[in-house]
Each structure stands twice: as C-alpha cells, then as structure tokens.
C-alpha cells in the first residue's frame, strides 16, 4: 500500500493559474487543418509538463502522441491517462465573443476554444501531478500518460498505436481525461456507454431512373420498397421489430428504474430545449429509461431520386443501432440484414451491407474505480447524490482498451455536457478546476489501495 | 365540303430533300442553352417554308413563336398545327457516332440532334403544305400553324401565349406533329394520355439534426415517420391506399381488355429492356393494362439526413400521381393530403404542399380526328391494325388547347419512341417520311368533309 498519504494537497489560486493554461488555449492545434507546427507545439506544451515521467512525443502516421510514464509507487497498481491535446475547428469567427484562441475569464467561466474539450480537463491531471511531486516528490500509484492528437477527427491512428504497443501500456485502469459530466446541477459518474451498428441498405429496381409516365405502373418503386422495409423496423409501440435485436438485453431492474425515477428530470424543459413537437419512443418507459437503458435503431439518412417525375433506380440508406449490454453488433446486424431481405418487395433487388461495429461497454457499479471515482466526487460536491449516468453516444476508445488492454475506463472529466463543446463560445465553468484537481487527488489516493490486487491480479489480458 | 379532292399528291423521291431539312438540323436551336441567334434563325427557317400562309414570328417573354394562317378554303373547317423548332442539347459528345448537328445519312435512317423530336416530323408538315401549293394551289382545309422554340424546356410561355391569343388560334382541332408511335411494328393513334397530380411533404422533428446517440429513443425519427406514411399509401395488392384516389376512373371494360390483350406484347423482353430484376405493379392486371389504363401513384424522391450517425430533423419526399379518365388532380392531393396528416406520427409535424396539377386527357374512339388518323394510317400501312395506344405520360399542351380552345389534339407524329429522343444519336426511320407526308394529305383531305359541321358547331369554346 505504498503511495498512500492522508494529508490534502495545498492547492493554488485557481487565478493563480490560468496564465499557464491560457497559453495552452493559445495553440491552434485544431486536427481538422492539420498544421503540423501547431499541433506539434500542443503536444510539447503537455510534454513539458510531464517531464518528471520522462516525457517525449512518439510518432503515428498521423499527430504524434504524448507519452510518459511515472514509476516510482513499486508495488502499487498503474494507471494510464489518456486525454488529446486536438481541438474542434473554431467555426464561424463572428459567433464568437472573444476570439477563440485567447482565453478569456468572463466572471465564472473561462472562455476559449478547446477550453473544455479537452485542454482544460487534462489541465487539472496535468496540476494535480505537478503539485503531488512539488509537495510530495510521488505520485500515490504508477502513472502512466497516452495524449493523443486526432481524437476531433475520430482517432485514425488510435488502434494501431495502442494495439502495437500493447506491453508499453499496459496498466490496471484507464481513466480518461476527456468526457463530460452530464449536466452541471449534480455531480455525475458514467457507468455505461451505448455501442454501435452500422448499416447500409440498398434498395435496387430498374437499370436506370424510367420516366414515371411512360413507365409507371409496371415496374417496383425502389423508394416506396425502402419505405415499406423502413416502416417494418419498429412496431406500433416504438420498439425495434427486428427478430432477435433484443438478445442480450437485460431487463430494467426495479432498482435501477427506482434510481432513474429519482433523477430530477424535466421531459417538458428537455422537448423545449429540442425544438421537437412532442417527445416520443418506446411505449411504457421513461424518457431517461429510453436514453440510458434501451437500445435504439435509428435511420440516419436516406438518398433516392429528386424532385422530377422519375421512378427512381436505386433508394439507399443508413441505419445505425446504439447497443447496450450484451448485444453483439455482428448479431444485430445480421438480424436486421436477415429481416429486411426477408421482407424484399417482388421487383427490387435489396442488398445490406454491415459498415461497423462497436459493443457497448458498463463498468460495475462496485468496481473500484466507480467507489473511489464517488468517494472522489463526494469529497469536492459534499452532500449531492452522485448519479450513475450513461454515455448513450459510443466512445470506440473503451472498447479499445478493454479489448487490447485488459482493462476498463473511467470517464474522469471536469467538463459539462452544455458548456459549448464543438460550437462557438466554448467555455469551462472555473469552479471545476479546483474541484477537478481535488477529486482527483482523492482519486488517485484511494485508487493506490483499492486498484492493486483487485484489477491487476484478475483482469485477463487479451492481447488481439 | 371545299378543298375535299380524290387525286393523290406526287411525292418526290425523298432522298432529293434530304438537303433541305440538313439546313434544318444543322441550326443548334437548343432551348436549354438558349443562343438567340440560334433559335431565332431555326425559327426563321420554318417561317420561311411557310410564308404562303403569311408567317412571322411573334415575340413571347421567351424564344419567339412561328405563326402562319392560310385561310383560303372559307366554309372548310380548321386545323391548328402545333409543333416545336427547339432541341434538347446533344449531351456528350463522344457517345455520338456523327456529329450531332450535321445530318447523316445511314443506311435507312437519318440521324442527328433533333431529326426526330420534332425537326424531322415537324419537317414532313412543311413539305405537305408545300407540294398541296405546288401542285394544287391551295390545302384541302384551312390551316393555322403555332410552332414554338421551348418545348424541350417546359413551354415556360405558352399558357400565357394561348390565353392571350385565344381567338388567334380559334380552330376545330388542334393536330400535334409533336409525339411519337408507339413502337415501329405497327401504326398507333394515341387516344389519351395520363394526367399529373404532383406534391411535396415534409416531415420536422426537433429544431435541429440530433446525435442519435446523446438523444437515441428520446424524439421521433422524421425519416421513421415518412417511411411508415410513405408505406401506407399502397396495398399489399399494389393498389393506392389511399381512401377517394380513385374516384372518377373507369372500371376496365371486357372489350377494352380484348383489344389490350390482342397487342403482341412481350412481359419479358420488356423486363430486360428496363433491367429490373421483375416487371411489378397491380394485382390481376396485365403489365399494359397497368400501363395504360390505371392510374399510378410514385415516389419519385427523398431527401433526409446523411451518412452520419444522426436523428435528422427532417425528412421530404416528392410524389406524383398519372391520372386517368375522370380524375381531378385537386380531389387527388386533397385525399393524398388527408391520408398523411390522419396518419402523423407522434412526435413530428407533417405538412403537405400541392404543387402541380393536369387532368389527364382523352378523345373518344369514334371522334372524326381518330377516325381520320385511322384511314390516313390504313393507306400508308395497308393490311395493318392500327393500335389506340394511350401516352402514360402527361401532355399539358392537350389540356391546354381544351381548356382555353375547347378543342381536342391529335398527335399525329412520324416519329417513333425508340428513336433515341432526348439521347445521343438521335434517328428517324428515312420510309418514315414518305409515309408521314402521304398520312398527312389523307388525313388533311379527310378532315375537310368531316371535321366541318362537327367539332365547328359544337364546341363550346371555354376562354378562361
């Protein structure tokens, strides 16, 4: 149980600080432009920072990647930080109030592009390391750091570095930097996130687009066979009517609808907020039940003829799926596939094509990283009930380290889902940076005794 | 019963005139392009051929009108000429095997842009008129002309130029030398052609496009809604479902399916021709009895959403109805319009704009234009049934010259519908003039003694 201390850190003037960060801020390391300088005096910004792990930029066919790894807890479980020093283009100039790549305080909040997603989230690891070794000269466990550069567009390279250095990284616990917390009146810890199935549907009739006179009446419509396909995917009560999509489902616990009941929840403000006519969705379940805990089947865009008097040749599709808990993408997709070529209208040709596949991903309620991440939350929000949220969007990266690793992630983030992310004004409420760094502090300590032996001796390492 | 004689014009050996509508072809009167030099000296030429009549040109907003009036048969009935001096444009070059604006002459067709839609049949009228001068001294009957330049691009002017010219154009029947025969086995007269009914409906969600992740099962998919109304509005029967869509067409009679029937129509080598994968349509119908005498409801687009992993706000499609007999293309988007805002999802709003409506047009088996289309066609295809085959597509001029000339229209063109119109390498079957300029002279002779006293008197002129 070495790395284990009772005492706080002293933490600095938040005010004190964000000179450092603002010059972080600077740094147009948008990954969508790609200028290499940029993005590569963002990752030695972070670098410096961690040269006391013996920090250095390691090279991918895209952005490098930061690395470093503190070991000097011998005997004390690993973790590894993972966060990305890329930033969203700033988009329109003028929807800006101060310009994005000057970090603005606006009373409580900072305001900047990358600010919150996720410069200033990896900021607080960043000082919380910093102030353990100034007045500790340790970290409480073995750190060990993974930023990378490509995460705003969509992580290229993440799999074949991670995959490829598989021994380097090895560790008991990824906890990532980046997330966000579900919204900004409780404190909030994900248990969960939604996986992903990916599908195209191809609907084919005639060799060309035929003149809807001239022909009309003797040849299929390939639009209204999609329609009709489309139209058979849900039942009349909102749920999927795909034989065999709901295999691996688990059933809502009266426990855990009890808990999602007791979320203060406003359908009324949510719809306001969408702009939608009404909410809508399965039947018999609570908007939030419908969010979290059910799997969902969405048709993302549809592309077949145009505004002239044509039966059309061909009408496509794209349908993804969010999965939960066990369901397997290859089995849903090859359920969804099955139902529709099973329903092809005479006349048509339908063909489906599988494009991706992500499982979902759950960590325990009990796992250690969940109790230390509340009792971390608890510390710096005293008194709050600290909600089990889910990400219902898919992050590939938990899969990625769950499968190549061996281990789970814990979404340890101090930005909040409404501050602006990939819009104009992105901002940090100013708040969370002390309380980031608390709580991870908290993190860490109780993470140094709880995480060895649990993880590191029990999690099989798959190594694919 | 002036104008009326038995001999027969003598036809000068087609090959010798070649020349002449080489001149024609050779002008690139492509209204899409709109050269004005170029449609005005395509339009000059046919006023030209007809200054006997006392041609010129009259202005529209557009390309300018060809109008010509002989009226030296007073008693005799009148015809209204109608025709086109536009192309289409020759679209890709290399795909033609000569150039498109020179016309070549191969084997026993004649080919180049525009030779047989509608310079060549157009052509064929002009050289009736002139040997009916030449050697006769005059037309059988009184014959107005009205030869337009945008025909290829909609006829953006001609409602305007009819209504506003109304007893210009007074006349006992309009004949087309715009159209075609159906196919080149047999002689056909086309006894109707199907009407247009024609909306748009736009299905809204939320405000805006949603992560179908952070917002999956919470609102309703606009492209879930129309898909599920776009599939309620057929059967499985292949019938519109839709409650009132067929008020006003006639049930098939046994004689009409006898003379359908009796047409040597192969399902199979048309299914190849189209390339669809099987022909399709109503129930207990034949592919021509769908074709010709059922009205047909099509998608004919639908543009939502993309590729991304999106809810998207919003989801249109565009449909169109062919109409036949009595239907009224108002009545038909009403109950269209009904049927989908009954069947509105929870969730989205759906809204209906009508956008376009033609009746469909029809004349009677018996009316004296058929009548003498039939003996015109008899003399120059001997021993052959002519077939009433119906145009499935839509003729807005026919309505037109109905509604503000309370006359009906023959199409009585030489051109046939494989010879690539539209496309490259244009053609028309060179035994497709001398055929045409005897059929005209036969039917103008004809019509002089039985058009006069019938449609003169009768018709109630309806100027709106």
Same mark, same amino acid.
């Not at 490098?64 to 890329?86: M, Q």
């Not at 100034?134 to 490509?150: A, C, D, M, S």
């Not at 074949?160 to 250095?165: D, I, K, M, Q, T």
């Given at each position: 149980?070495?790395?284990?201390?009772?005492?706080?850190?002293?933490?600095?003037?938040?005010?004190?600080?964000?000179?450092?960060?603002?010059?972080?801020? =600077?740094?147009?390391?948008?990954? $969508?432009?790609?200028?290499?300088?940029?993005?590569?005096?963002?990752?030695?910004?972070?670098? !410096?920072? @961690?040269?006391?792990?013996?920090?250095?930029?390691?090279?991918?066919?895209?952005?490098?990647?930061?690395?470093? *790894?503190?070991?000097?807890?011998?005997?004390?479980?690993? +973790?590894?930080?993972?966060?990305?020093?890329?930033? #969203? &283009?700033?988009?329109?100039?003028?929807?800006?109030?101060?310009?994005?790549?000057?970090?603005?305080?606006?009373?409580?909040?900072?305001?900047?592009?990358?600010?919150?997603?996720?410069?200033?989230?990896?900021?607080?690891?960043?000082?919380?390391?910093?102030?353990?070794?100034? #007045?500790? %000269?340790?970290?409480?466990?073995?750190?060990?750091?993974? /930023?990378?550069?490509?995460?705003?567009?969509?992580?290229?390279?993440?799999?074949?570095?991670?995959?490829?250095?598989? !021994?380097?990284?090895?560790?008991?616990?990824? /906890?990532?930097?980046?997330?966000?917390?579900?919204?900004?009146?409780?404190?909030?810890?994900?248990?969960?996130?939604? %996986?992903?199935?990916?599908?195209?549907?191809?609907?084919?009739?005639?060799?060309?687009?035929?003149?809807?006179?001239?022909?009309?009446?003797?040849?299929?419509? &390939? +639009?209204?066979?999609?329609?009709?396909?489309?139209?058979?995917?849900?039942?009349?009560?909102?749920?999927?009517?795909?034989?065999?999509?709901?295999?691996?489902?688990?059933?809502?616990?009266?426990?855990?609808?009890?808990? /999602?009941?007791?979320?203060?929840? !406003? !359908?009324?403000?949510?719809?306001?907020?969408?702009?939608?006519?009404? $909410?809508?969705?399965?039947?018999?379940?609570?908007?939030?039940?419908?969010?979290?805990?059910?799997?969902?089947?969405?048709?993302?865009?549809?592309?077949?003829?145009?505004?002239?008097?044509?039966?059309? *040749?061909?009408?496509?599709?794209?349908?993804?799926?969010?999965?939960?808990? #066990? #369901?397997? &993408? =290859?089995?849903?997709?090859?359920?969804?596939?099955? *139902?529709?070529?099973?329903?092809?209208?005479?006349?048509?040709?339908?063909?489906?094509?599988?494009?991706?596949?992500?499982?979902?991903?759950?960590?325990?309620?009990?796992?250690?990283? +969940?109790? =230390?991440?509340?009792?971390?939350?608890?510390?710096?929000?005293?008194?709050?009930?600290?909600?089990?949220?889910?990400?219902?969007?898919?992050?590939?990266?938990?899969? $990625?380290?769950?499968?190549? $690793?061996?281990?789970?992630?814990?979404?340890?983030?101090?930005?909040?889902?409404?501050?602006?992310?990939?819009? &104009?004004?992105?901002? @940090?409420?100013?708040?969370?940076?002390?309380?980031?760094?608390?709580?991870?502090?908290?993190?860490?300590?109780?993470?140094?005794?709880?995480?060895?032996?649990?993880?590191?001796?029990?999690?099989?390492?798959?190594?694919?």
């Amino acid at each position: 149980m070495s790395g284990v201390t009772t005492g706080d850190l002293v933490l600095p003037d938040v005010r004190t600080r964000i000179a450092d960060l603002a010059e972080y801020v =600077a740094i147009p390391s948008v990954s $969508l432009d790609s200028d290499p300088a940029a993005m590569r005096a963002a990752a030695q910004w972070v670098a !410096d920072r @961690l040269t006391f792990a013996g920090s250095y930029l390691d090279e991918t066919a895209g952005n490098p990647v930061v690395r470093a *790894h503190w070991d000097g807890a011998p005997g004390a479980p690993t +973790i590894l930080v993972y966060g990305h020093y890329d930033v #969203q &283009p700033a988009g329109p100039a003028d929807e800006w109030r101060t310009p994005p790549f000057e970090l603005a305080v606006d009373g409580d909040v900072l305001r900047g592009r990358g600010v919150t997603d996720d410069k200033g989230p990896l900021f607080i690891v960043l000082e919380v390391a910093r102030l353990f070794m100034e #007045q500790e %000269g340790r970290l409480p466990l073995n750190v060990k750091f993974l /930023i990378e550069g490509e995460e705003e567009i969509g992580s290229p390279h993440l799999d074949e570095y991670v995959r490829s250095h598989v !021994d380097d990284l090895a560790c008991d616990l990824v /906890i990532s930097a980046d997330g966000a917390m579900w919204r900004p009146t409780e404190p909030s810890v994900s248990v969960a996130s939604k %996986g992903l199935a990916e599908l195209n549907v191809l609907v084919e009739g005639a060799a060309t687009d035929l003149h809807s006179g001239r022909f009309g009446g003797t040849v299929a419509n &390939p +639009i209204a066979a999609l329609a009709s396909l489309l139209a058979s995917l849900h039942d009349r009560d909102g749920r999927v009517a795909v034989d065999g999509f709901y295999r691996g489902v688990r059933a809502l616990t009266d426990q855990r609808r009890a808990e /999602i009941a007791a979320v203060d929840f !406003d !359908d009324e403000a949510y719809r306001v907020q969408l702009g939608a006519p009404a $909410l809508a969705g399965e039947a018999g379940l609570s908007t939030l039940e419908r969010l979290w805990e059910r799997p969902t089947l969405e048709i993302n865009g549809v592309q077949a003829g145009g505004q002239y008097t044509v039966i059309p *040749h061909r009408a496509a599709a794209h349908l993804t799926c969010r999965l939960v808990h #066990q #369901q397997d &993408p =290859a089995a849903v997709t090859k359920a969804i596939t099955e *139902h529709l070529l099973k329903r092809a209208p005479v006349g048509v040709t339908v063909t489906v094509e599988p494009a991706h596949g992500v499982p979902a991903y759950a960590v325990d309620d009990d796992h250690p990283s +969940i109790v =230390a991440a509340e009792a971390a939350l608890a510390r710096v929000y005293p008194g709050q009930t600290v909600l089990h949220a889910v990400i219902a969007g898919t992050l590939p990266a938990t899969w $990625l380290f769950e499968d190549a $690793l061996g281990v789970k992630t814990l979404f340890f983030s101090f930005s909040t889902s409404d501050e602006n992310l990939h819009a &104009p004004n992105e901002f @940090l409420r100013l708040h969370r940076i002390p309380e980031g760094i608390r709580a991870w502090e908290v993190l860490w300590r109780q993470l140094a005794g709880t995480l060895a032996g649990t993880l590191a001796g029990t999690v099989e390492r798959r190594q694919s």
